[in-house]
């Protein structure tokens, strides 16, 4: 579904933009609001998007609540909306854990995998479907001749889908288990999803892949505003797949003039910390491998990083030790812009889980998505497409930095910096792209297949590009990306102003 306009990014877009309208409403009673809102948002007698309205306002509400970082309810709860509603409006409010919800009332309890013969049965007379079956499963109905499954004996291997001319045969899967590439989705004893929170790292390809919009992350769109309202210097630092998610027309210069309107300080491309990482990891993997690890792998994606750490324990110090770009952009702010809040603002669900480490949370404020964001222009009814533009625009960071967006696109910086520090030195590079495809990847690693290898991996496939907080589809992202990074005015991650201030920044 990425990259279709459906009615669940209608809701969402709503309510992202209530929630923030919320926040700047500093004359009315949240509680009542967020109770009057379900109503507003659903109005009306008949249901918009599904049969029943009152189902509708309820799931509404779980999401409005999810949205204010409050946690998310079963329909078992007898509570209003605002129940512990001051719990969003704390100084320090950080996400907690689970950070990707399942709304049950909205789950459409889909079966986990099933495989079954379609009305497109021709009962052809090769019925290589029955051949294929390992465990005979596959028997012909004499009275038609079409094909029969025995669910009993069904193993689930798709194999007679595979070998039918017709595709009379297919396979279902429940469509956020098939995007998790963690296998962390089943089944509870009513047949919903059920999210087991040991194996999620957050990446939230579930949410996005859910038809029924019924998995939600929580957001701090409520507190980043506040923030700014009780007078804190809050500053911006955007990730590098920024170019193009507000609109085709939306400059860089014209963003900066956009978030300053909203009452930020200043705004800092993370492309500068990814110039960082880059530098970083490359005086690391030249250092370490193959002497003291037998490969390294990047550590720029937290979902990728994390599921490394999860599987495969005794290779953990085989994932690079340097600071993502959000930290040491935010730490690069910090040091320069003392008693700061910085807010990460970016395309990944993550990035929030990262944020949540005791670690990071000195240096990050708040994790904001790009959807989030432009709920909060939306509030403020900001075309950002029509400001005047800012000649200075945002940094200068250079294009291997701003690549890090696109899969690939982190090792290649990498190797950038090792060829101009060391030119003899010899570097090989393997990547993977979603988590499955990352899972294999360290499987191999593990075998030995890429000793003395950089290993990249990213949670989404495309990239950060195709982040869960995205807004157009990843083809078109890539090509933004590429287009803005060419525009840098250095090539290389080493070559920029703030390389000269890593040393400080990692000590």
């Given at each position: 579904m990425r990259g279709v306009e459906t009615r669940i990014q209608e809701i969402r877009r709503m309510i992202f933009r209530e929630v923030a309208r919320m926040a700047y409403d500093t004359e009315n009673s949240v509680a009542a609001k967020i109770e009057e809102l379900p109503y507003e948002i659903i109005p009306g007698e008949v249901g918009n998007f599904r049969n029943d309205v009152f189902l509708e306002r309820a799931i509404v509400g779980e999401r409005l609540r999810l949205a204010m970082g409050l946690p998310c309810r079963s329909a078992a709860e007898h509570a209003p909306l605002s129940d512990n509603i001051a719990l969003a409006d704390q100084a320090e409010t950080y996400y907690t854990p689970p950070l990707i919800n399942i709304i049950k009332f909205a789950c459409n309890a889909c079966a986990e995998k099933r495989v079954y013969v379609t009305e497109g049965c021709q009962g052809c007379l090769a019925h290589p479907c029955v051949e294929v079956c390992p465990k005979k499963a596959v028997t012909l109905d004499r009275t038609n001749g079409r094909s029969v499954i025995d669910t009993e004996k069904c193993i689930k291997c798709g194999k007679c889908a595979e070998?039918?001319?017709?595709?009379?045969?297919?396979?279902?899967?429940?469509?956020?288990?098939?995007?998790?590439?963690?296998?962390?989705?089943?089944?509870?004893?009513n047949g919903k999803a059920e999210i087991d929170s040991e194996k999620c790292v957050s990446c939230g390809q579930c949410l996005v892949n859910c038809p029924f919009g019924a998995?939600?992350?929580?957001?701090?769109?409520?507190?980043?505003?506040?923030?700014?309202?009780?007078?804190?210097?809050?500053?911006?630092?955007?990730?590098?797949?920024?170019?193009?998610?507000?609109?085709?027309?939306?400059?860089?210069?014209?963003?900066?003039?956009?978030?300053?309107?909203?009452?930020?300080?200043?705004?800092?491309?993370?492309?500068?910390?990814?110039?960082?990482?880059?530098?970083?990891?490359?005086?690391?993997?030249?250092?370490?491998?193959?002497?003291?690890?037998?490969?390294?792998?990047?550590?720029?994606?937290?979902?990728?990083?994390?599921?490394?750490?999860?599987?495969?324990?005794?290779?953990?110090?085989?994932?690079?030790?340097?600071?993502?770009?959000m930290t040491l952009t935010a730490r690069l702010i910090k040091e320069q812009h003392k008693n700061a809040k910085v807010v990460f603002i970016g395309p990944c669900a993550a990035k929030k889980l990262e944020a949540m480490r005791k670690s990071v949370r000195s240096e990050v404020d708040f994790v904001l998505t790009f959807e989030e964001m432009m709920g909060i222009f939306e509030a403020k009814d900001i075309d950002v497409a029509s400001l005047t533009e800012e000649v200075e625009g945002i940094n200068d960071a250079s294009e291997d930095g701003r690549n890090f967006a696109v899969s690939g696109g982190v090792a290649q910086s990498v190797v950038n910096v090792i060829q101009e520090r060391y030119p003899e030195r010899e570097i090989k590079i393997a990547n993977a792209e979603g988590l499955r495809d990352c899972r294999k990847l360290l499987m191999m690693a593990k075998a030995g297949k890429y000793n003395g290898y950089l290993l990249e991996g990213m949670g989404c496939p495309g990239g950060c590009i195709a982040g869960a907080g995205t807004m157009q589809s990843i083809k078109k992202s890539q090509n933004a990306v590429k287009k803005y990074a060419a525009q840098a005015n250095h090539k290389n991650s080493n070559e920029t102003e703030y390389v000269k201030e890593l040393n400080k920044l990692v000590d």
């Open positions: 070998v039918c001319s017709y595709n009379a045969i297919i396979v279902q899967e429940r469509p956020c288990a098939k995007a998790c590439g963690m296998d962390a989705i089943g089944s509870d004893e998995i939600s992350d929580k957001s701090q769109i409520f507190q980043v505003i506040r923030a700014m309202q009780s007078g804190e210097r809050v500053y911006a630092a955007l990730a590098p797949a920024f170019v193009g998610q507000f609109g085709a027309k939306v400059t860089p210069g014209k963003l900066r003039s956009a978030m300053k309107m909203l009452g930020f300080a200043d705004i800092f491309e993370v492309a500068i910390g990814a110039d960082l990482c880059a530098t970083q990891e490359a005086e690391d993997f030249v250092q370490e491998v193959p002497n003291k690890l037998p490969f390294m792998a990047t550590s720029c994606c937290p979902a990728w990083s994390s599921m490394a750490k999860k599987l495969y324990p005794e290779y953990r110090e085989c994932i690079s030790m340097a600071l993502t770009p």
